[in-house]
């Protein structure tokens, strides 16, 4: 079966930026550098983006282009004992699919609430009621019926978006979010770094508390913020990059997308951080009893600083969730794609009806984050895939490939058509700095989880909807592992590309 490409190398940048730029580079980068030592917490991060991101963003164009197949299959062209990472890395995608959709559901409604501040005085107590929120991530409390109308609008977006293929479909999307996204943000900032008090939110980001720098937990923040931060590891830059031509320059195409992803973290953080300081100057309170990360600093804190704004409240409710909402679909259409290629290449499917195949079970399953339940069900499962899942898989990835492959061959190829060749630093630091990272990350989570729990949740929801979200992945993976796909599927030579 003949393969998709994109229409340009621009149009995959454009792609591949918009699945990096997501809702993580808005409401988690500001907080985790501010909590993490501030200006300070630059140094483990930029370092962590050059012996990290870089090459593992290097790596997995290279696998992509070079292999021209999603995950699974790109691991069974390397190895066929390895195809099994390929499915669990595409099953995390997918169940970070199921949730991440959740949270477009609530930017949308929160897009149409920007107009009159819906929220009114207490935003904590409106969100909360807005979902119905339950007590417990197993009592569903039903559908909430305020959900499904956003619900429906996000889910029949993407559909159009996934129904289209690459470069229709990804690639428009992509070409019409991202410069709507920089707009957005760039009139944020503009805003934001004219109040009063905005100086103090800069500098509560920005200034370093040089005496944390020492901090082991400081630089795996920096590791886990630049990991989570560019897509890697769960299947989407190999699916992405599989749609190359062959004689496209990985090293200068990961650079550059690796640069804009966090370029982009730097300029948000400064808009969001600038409106958090009016906030507290306007209250009288430090900076500090204000900021919040996540779900909280989206939906509850930035709504409260609104509230307390001179003039353009409007503009700016919509400009910031309008950012998320743009962030939000290009990265979720990424994450979505990195399925469908995984199934389409082995069992050599139709894009439509690949896509058909992924989007309805994810349909059904994200039913669940409309109920009462859902925010809770997202917290859980978003820390276990995250912190275990994700961090995991790419730890298994880069001890794969720099211990059991020779990664010089995959050098080679990245050098082959690129302007800037790599060296041989760029194996060392796969095999050496980001297995030790990575290693001590997943090691302390997992041990951190099954001592502590989480999040103060009862132990049966982080059962089902923890560790049961990693055993379910897990489950399907070595299902379609075991399944026999198209006859030379892992056959390289006899795959062929839309010319």
């Known amino acids: 079966m003949k393969r998709e490409r994109w229409n340009s190398k621009f149009g995959f940048?454009?792609?591949?930026?918009?699945?990096?730029?997501?809702?993580?580079?808005?409401?988690?980068?500001?907080?985790?550098?501010?909590?993490?030592?501030?200006?300070?917490?630059l140094v483990p991060y930029f370092f962590a983006i050059l012996t990290a991101g870089i090459p593992i963003l290097i790596l997995e164009y290279t696998m992509g282009k070079t292999y021209r197949a999603g995950?699974?299959?790109?691991?069974?062209?390397?190895?066929?004992?390895?195809?099994?990472?390929?499915?669990?890395?595409?099953?995390?995608?997918?169940?970070?699919?199921?949730?991440?959709?959740?949270i477009v559901v609530w930017v949308i409604s929160y897009i149409g609430f920007s107009f009159n501040q819906a929220w009114g005085s207490d935003p904590t107590s409106f969100f909360l009621g807005y979902l119905g929120i339950t007590d417990s991530a197993l009592n569903l409390g039903g559908i909430q019926s305020n959900l499904i109308l956003p619900f429906l609008i996000i889910w029949v977006i993407t559909a159009?978006?996934?129904?289209?293929?690459?470069s229709k479909g990804i690639e428009l999307a992509c070409k019409i979010a991202l410069p709507l996204l920089l707009v957005l943000t760039a009139i944020l900032v503009v805003r934001g770094i004219t109040l009063?008090?905005?100086?103090?939110?800069?500098?509560?980001?920005?200034?370093?508390?040089?005496?944390?720098?020492?901090?082991?937990?400081?630089?795996?923040?920096?590791?886990?913020?630049?990991?989570?931060?560019?897509?890697?590891?769960?299947?989407?830059?190999?699916a992405y990059s599989s749609y190359l031509p062959k004689e496209t320059d990985v090293v200068n195409s990961a650079i550059i997308t690796a640069t804009a992803n966090h370029g982009f973290e730097l300029f948000a953080g400064i808009g969001v951080f600038s409106v958090l300081g009016y906030m507290a100057y306007s209250q009288g309170v430090p900076v500090d009893e204000v900021a919040a990360?996540?779900?909280?600093?989206?939906?509850m804190v930035f709504p409260a600083a609104i509230n307390t704004l001179p003039a353009l409240n409007t503009l700016i409710g919509i400009c910031f969730f309008g950012t998320l909402f743009f962030a939000g679909v290009t990265s979720l259409i990424s994450i979505i794609q990195a399925v469908i290629s995984g199934i389409a290449d082995k069992?050599?499917?139709?894009h439509t009806k690949a896509t058909t195949i992924v989007l309805v079970p994810a349909f059904v399953i994200s039913i669940l984050f409309i109920t009462g339940a859902g925010l809770n069900i997202l917290d859980i499962v978003d820390a276990f895939i995250n912190n275990v899942g994700v961090a995991g898989a790419g730890l298994i990835e880069v001890i794969l490939i720099g211990w059991f492959f020779k990664p010089e061959?995959?050098?080679?190829?990245?050098?082959q058509f690129s302007n800037f060749s790599v060296g041989r630093w760029w194996i060392y630091s796969l095999k050496f700095i980001t297995v030790i990272v990575l290693g001590f990350m997943v090691i302390s989570n997992t041990i951190s989880f099954i001592k502590d729990g989480y999040g103060g949740y009862a132990s049966s929801d982080i059962a089902v909807f923890g560790w049961g979200a990693l055993l379910f992945g897990v489950v399907v993976a070595i299902i379609l592992t075991a399944m026999k796909g198209k006859e030379g599927y892992a056959d390289l030579s006899k795959h062929k590309e839309v010319e």
């Not at 630049?226 to 890697?232: D, E, H, M, N, T």
């Not at 069992?347 to 139709?350: I, M, V």
Request: proline share 3%; aromatic share 18%; charged share 10%.
């Open 196 to 238: 009063p008090g905005a100086v103090d939110g800069l500098n509560y980001l920005f200034t370093p508390n040089w005496d944390r720098i020492f901090d082991s937990q400081i630089w795996v923040a920096a590791y886990g913020q630049v990991f989570f931060s560019l897509s890697i590891a769960f299947a989407i830059m190999i």
């Open 347 to 350: 069992f050599e499917l139709a």
């Open 409 to 415: 061959i995959l050098r080679q190829e990245a050098n």
């Open 293 to 299: 990360g996540g779900v909280g600093l989206a939906f």
């Open 160 to 166: 159009i978006i996934m129904y289209r293929g690459i």
């Open 13 to 41: 940048l454009l792609a591949a930026i918009g699945s990096a730029v997501g809702l993580g580079n808005i409401w988690r980068f500001p907080y985790t550098a501010a909590e993490n030592g501030g200006g300070a917490f």
């Open 71 to 102: 995950a699974p299959v790109t691991w069974a062209r390397i190895n066929r004992k390895f195809e099994w990472l390929g499915w669990f890395q595409v099953m995390v995608a997918f169940i970070i699919t199921v949730y991440y959709l959740a």
